[in-house]
């Protein structure tokens, strides 16, 4: 299901639906441990959180001492994430704010965002503000996407003519959000170039190599139909019998670092 509106407290469920089938926890460990290098206690700030999925996904790999700040303006997604928080041992805080209004107080050894700012008209100046609250030598992350990528990499079998009409329909509607000053479909792409424009070092793009793959064998199969259903209901029905697809997101995830020039350039 295509996001409609910018009400995310209504779309809890969309969210946990589509993070169950959206990193292989193999590949998060080796960004983490052997790319981003991420092995001494850090503080980390979450642009847009939501019910801080990411959140309980760094912790657990990072050492103890870490802490993670979650910034959303959903109020329902923060209620959410301090149930699921609240009984760990992990230090955190969730602030309810407008990321475009928010000025951290302190600063971070990395400020991460999952899939915030295609949905921000005015991200570079998320951007920013997350370059903004890192120490030097800190690092940036963006995980986005860009929706070409993501469309291409839908398949189900049985409604190839569906998926192609469904191209034309998607790329008239992206076309239009561009226009008329909304979203931007090709942000997850566009990322690398803004941080080398406000002056991080260091970029070094990757593509999540998750594929979610759905069949009638499977042994979650009922419960993960029903996910996918919701999710692709303009193509597919809840009358639809065996579902065999393969959804490949290829989400863009972006690093920099800040250095001396980084404040140049803000
Ligand atoms: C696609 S969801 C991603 C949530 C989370 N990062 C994840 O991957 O599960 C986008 C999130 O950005 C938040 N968001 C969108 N615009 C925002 C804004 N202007 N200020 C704060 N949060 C915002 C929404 O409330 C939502 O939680």
């Known amino acids: 299901m295509e996001m409609h509106d910018k009400d995310w407290d209504g779309q809890i469920e969309y969210l946990k639906n589509?993070?169950?089938?959206?990193?292989?926890?193999?590949?998060f460990e080796f960004l983490v441990h052997s790319v981003w290098k991420l092995n001494t206690p850090i503080n980390i700030i979450d642009f847009g959180c939501g019910y801080g999925y990411l959140g309980l996904k760094l912790l657990?790999?990072?050492p103890e001492g870490s802490s993670y700040t979650g910034i959303d303006i959903g109020t329902d997604l923060?209620?959410?994430?301090?149930?699921?928080?609240?009984?760990?041992s992990?230090?955190?805080?969730?602030?309810?704010?407008?990321l475009l209004e928010y000025e951290?107080?302190?600063?971070?050894?990395?400020?991460?965002c999952q899939a915030p700012l295609r949905h921000i008209p005015q991200y570079e100046k998320v951007l920013q503000k997350m370059i903004s609250s890192v120490t030097l030598g800190g690092k940036?992350?963006?995980?986005?996407?860009?929706?070409?990528?993501?469309?291409?990499?839908?398949?189900?079998?049985?409604?190839?003519?569906?998926?192609?009409?469904?191209?034309?329909?998607?790329?008239?509607?992206?076309?239009?959000?561009?226009?008329?000053?909304?979203?931007?479909y090709l942000l997850g792409a566009k990322i690398p170039i803004l941080m080398e424009k406000y002056g991080l070092i260091d970029i070094a793009v990757r593509v999540n190599d998750y594929a979610e793959y759905i069949s009638p064998k499977q042994k979650d199969y009922d419960l993960h139909k029903l996910k996918f259903l919701e999710e692709h209901q303009n193509i597919l029905d809840n009358?639809?019998?065996?579902?065999?697809?393969?959804?490949?997101?290829?989400?863009?995830?972006?690093?920099?670092?800040?250095?001396?020039?980084?404040?140049?350039?803000?």
């Open 18 to 27: 589509t993070r169950d089938y959206f990193w292989n926890d193999d590949y």
């Open 60 to 62: 657990k790999l990072l």
């Open 78 to 88: 923060l209620t959410e994430a301090n149930r699921l928080f609240q009984n760990t």
């Open 90 to 98: 992990y230090k955190y805080e969730f602030v309810k704010a407008d």
């Open 104 to 112: 951290p107080y302190q600063k971070y050894d990395l400020a991460i």
């Open 140 to 184: 940036v992350v963006c995980v986005e996407v860009n929706r070409r990528l993501e469309n291409a990499g839908l398949y189900i079998q049985g409604y190839e003519s569906e998926l192609h009409k469904n191209d034309e329909w998607l790329h008239q509607r992206w076309q239009h959000e561009v226009d008329s000053g909304g979203r931007d």
């Open 239 to 266: 009358k639809a019998d065996d579902v065999f697809a393969l959804n490949i997101r290829s989400m863009i995830i972006t690093c920099g670092t800040k250095s001396q020039i980084t404040d140049e350039n803000l």
